[in-house]
């Protein structure tokens, strides 16, 4: 089947005879595509020779707004700077917390991980980059120190919390821990594995201190903890037993009154009884152990402060 043509018929005004061109389909679509792209181009061009000066205000302003741009990244580099500062001085003293919480300071290399630029390579794969390569590297330059104080914040948040919390569980165990005289008197006897008992006329351990004072002193608490036992107990008579948590037990025998209850949470310095002589003594006075881990161990190990006068 022959193709589709279209027949052109020129005729002229002079006594020429008429002439026939025939064009194919695709002939004709090749020569209107044409015409239309040479209307097109002639149009720019007429455009940019008529309005030159919309085509510079448009260029004025683009180039207005980059250095706009610009000139906000070099600010905000400026202020990361001051940030780093910032965090360095923080690191500094990280390490003096660690060090009063008793822990070791961050090592440098765990501070320098992730520090560092994404190099030529990272800059060079951003759109960016084929516009302004100077706006491109500032751009990246930012972005790349505000990860790394993100992390180096991190680090020390981490750090910190750390130190808090060894801090606080430090200040709980020292609280908990028994520290001084629970009450003012003379030692008598001291800690001894054996001891002659004056009224038993024999030699036994002596698991505490025996501390004379006149009846009705005070007894305090050697240290925070809670009161697990408060009444009488054998031949300790009238008995205060706290447990101060960390395997430590204090027990507070021979008083003449009770002041605190099982179950009662005291703290170091709370009166918890009086000085009495219930149970196997000779004279008033006050019978003070320390246990630790369900041992006796010596009272006078855990005294900061004195006010009994030694035997």
């Known amino acids: 089947m022959a193709a589709r043509q279209w027949t052109l018929v020129v005729v002229s005004e002079e006594n020429r005879p008429v002439r026939q061109i025939h064009l194919t389909r695709n002939v004709l679509r090749l020569v209107i595509g044409t015409g239309l792209l040479l209307v097109a181009l002639l149009s720019g061009l007429a455009v940019k020779a008529l309005f030159p000066e919309a085509q510079s205000a448009e260029a004025r302003r683009l180039a207005k707004h980059n250095a706009a741009l610009t000139g906000e990244l070099d600010t905000l580099n400026r202020r990361i700077a001051i940030l780093q500062e ?24 765990t501070r320098m991980v992730g520090i560092g630029g994404p190099g030529d390579r990272k800059i060079q794969e951003a759109a960016l980059w084929e516009h302004d390569r100077d706006a491109a590297r500032t751009a990246f330059r930012a972005s790349t120190q505000v990860g790394e104080m993100l992390r180096r914040a991190r680090l020390l948040e981490f750090s910190w919390r750390e130190a808090e919390d060894t801090l606080r569980n430090k200040h709980a165990r020292l609280a908990a821990t028994p520290s001084i005289y629970p009450t003012a008197g003379y030692m008598t006897s001291g800690f001894s594995s054996s001891r002659w008992h004056p009224i038993l006329d024999k030699p036994r351990p002596h698991k505490g201190v025996d501390i004379v004072a006149p009846p009705g ?75 630790v881990g369900g041992q006796p161990a010596d009272p006078r190990m855990f005294i900061l402060q004195s006010t009994v006068v030694p035997d």
Do not use: C, F, N
């Open 217 to 291: 002193t005070p007894i305090v608490a050697a240290a925070h903890g809670r009161v697990v036992h408060a009444g009488p107990l054998g031949e300790y008579g009238l008995t205060i037993e706290i447990d101060h948590g960390y395997g430590i037990k204090t027990r507070y025998a021979h008083a003449s009154r009770l002041l605190a209850r099982v179950g009662q949470t005291v703290a170091r310095g709370d009166t918890i009884a009086r000085v009495g002589q219930t149970g196997l003594a000779v004279g008033p006075h006050l019978h003070y152990e320390v246990m």
């Open 86 to 109: 910032s965090i360095a001085a923080l690191e500094q003293k990280d390490e003096l917390y660690r060090l009063l919480a008793g822990l070791e300071p961050i090592d440098a290399d």
